[in-house]
C-alpha cells in the first residue's frame, strides 16, 4: 500500500472530528478534506514545501494524492496572474484585469472562438512552467550545500530532516556514519516513498545523483515524461482495488475520505462523488469503455496536452457561452468570472462600456 494512502488512514479520525467542528460554526462549500492543502512550516519558519515535492500541481487537472484539481480552470485561464485575483478582491480592479486579459481575442473579431482559448491556455501553462522552473531553482540551492550542481540523496534527505525540526548537523553526523537516525514510523515512510522519487528523477547515466534539471522532475513531475508515468502509476495505485492497473469507476470515486453523521457534510461527499464520476465518464475515459488505462490517465493529466486544451477550451466556452454562437463575447466572460477567476465580479453588466 502507497504511503499516502496510510497517511490518509491515519489521519481519517482527526479529519473526521476537524469536519463535526467546521459543520457546527460556518456553512460548508468545500470537497472533502485534500491532505496536502494545508502547507508546514518547520520549527525554523521555513517552509517544507521548498525541498517536499508539492502535492498541488498549477496547471494539472489532479493532484498527486488523486484528488481532482478544484483550481484548474482559474489556473489555466490567469496563468501566473492567478495569485493577484486570489490577494485582490476589488470588484472594479478584477473587472478591469479581466478586460485587458481579453487579449485572448487574438484576431480582434470582438469574441474569443475554441482555437483562440486553447491557445491561451497552453500560455498560461506554460507560464506556470516557468513559475516552476524559478522556484526550483531557489530549492535546488537549499539543498546543494557545496555548490557543486549535483545533490545526493544523503544530502536531501538532510535538508528534508532539518525542515521537519531535526538538529540537522547531528542527522549528517548520522548519516556520515550510517547510524541509526531512530525516525518514527511516519516519518520514515515519507523518506522511504521520497527515496523511490528520487531515484526515478535520475536519469541516465543512473549516478544517484540529481542535477537541476533532474530535482526539477522530483518536484514537478509534469516536466518529465518519465516522472508523469510515475505519478500516473502512484496514483492509479492507490486507488485500484483489484490489482489490474487499471480503474474502474467505483475504484475512481471510492476514494477514503472520512464519514461523519451529518447530512449536510453526506451533501459534501455526494458532490465529490458526482464530480469525479463526471471527470471519469466525460473527460479521463475518452474512449467511453469503463475503464481508465494508465495512458488514458497521463493523457489527462499532461499539461502540455493540446488535444485536452483544445477540449478544455471548448468545455470553457460551453459554460459562459449564452448566445451559443460557440464563441465567448467580453460580457459573457465577465458574467461567469466567478468560473474563469474565481472572483464574482458585481454589476458587470452596467461597467463594461464603461471599463472602456
Known sequence: MAVWRKLWCRNLLSVSLLLCVLLLTVDVHARPANMSAAK??????????????????????????????KDFHQEVFLGKEIEEFEEDSEPRRNRKKLIEIFTIDFNKDKSVSAKEMQRWIMEKTEEHFQEAMVENKNSFRGVDPDANGQVTWDEYRVKFLASKGFNEKEIAEKVKNNEDLKLDEETQEVLESLKDRWFQ?????NDQLLNEQEFLSFLHPEHSKGMLQYMVKEIVRDLDQDGD?????SEFISLPVGTVENQQAQDIDDDWVRERKKEFEDVIDSDRNGI?????LEEYMDPMNEHNALNEAKQMIAVADENQ???LELDEILKYSEYFTGSKLMDYARNVHEEF
Open 40 to 69: 508546514e512550516k518547520s520549527p525554523s519558519g521555513k517552509d517544507d514545501n521548498e525541498i517536499l515535492p508539492p502535492d498541488h500541481l498549477n496547471g494539472v487537472k489532479m493532484e498527486m494524492d488523486g484528488h481532482l484539481n
Open 245 to 249: 492497473k487499471k480503474l474502474t469507476l
Open 325 to 327: 454562437n460557440h464563441n
Open 201 to 205: 528523477a535520475d536519469n541516465n547515466p
Open 292 to 296: 481508465v488505462t494508465m495512458t488514458e
